[in-house]
């Protein structure tokens, strides 16, 4: 929420509170994203690196920014083909399910 307050955004009270702003095109929250999204990709960098996938499929209550978080994070990476789980939030709870 730190990222939050430092773009100005008040009355958040969870990542969902951003996703509805952004939205209806609310640009802090958008500028939440970009930020969040950037540092996503270079977390996505180190695991990367040591298990050289393909594809990196994201899921659970991220998927819910969609291409707002994904977008930055394509930009930081580049290289490797960055999509949105089609399980959405229950991405983990399913695969939890299912094992």
């Not at 960098?45 to 291409?67: L, M, Q, R, Y």
């Amino acid at each position: 929420m730190k990222t939050v307050r430092e773009v100005g955004l008040k009355n958040i009270s969870s990542p969902k509170d951003i996703t509805k702003l952004a939205k209806t095109g609310n640009k802090k929250a958008i500028s939440v994203y970009k930020i969040i999204g950037n540092y996503l990709g270079l977390g996505l960098i180190n695991i990367i690196k040591k298990f050289k996938p393909d594809i990196i499929v994201i899921g659970g209550g991220i998927s819910g920014a969609g291409e707002f978080i994904l977008n930055p994070a394509r930009k930081t990476i580049k290289n490797i083909k960055i999509v949105k789980t089609k399980l959405g939030e229950n991405a983990g709870a399913i695969g939890a399910a299912i094992l």
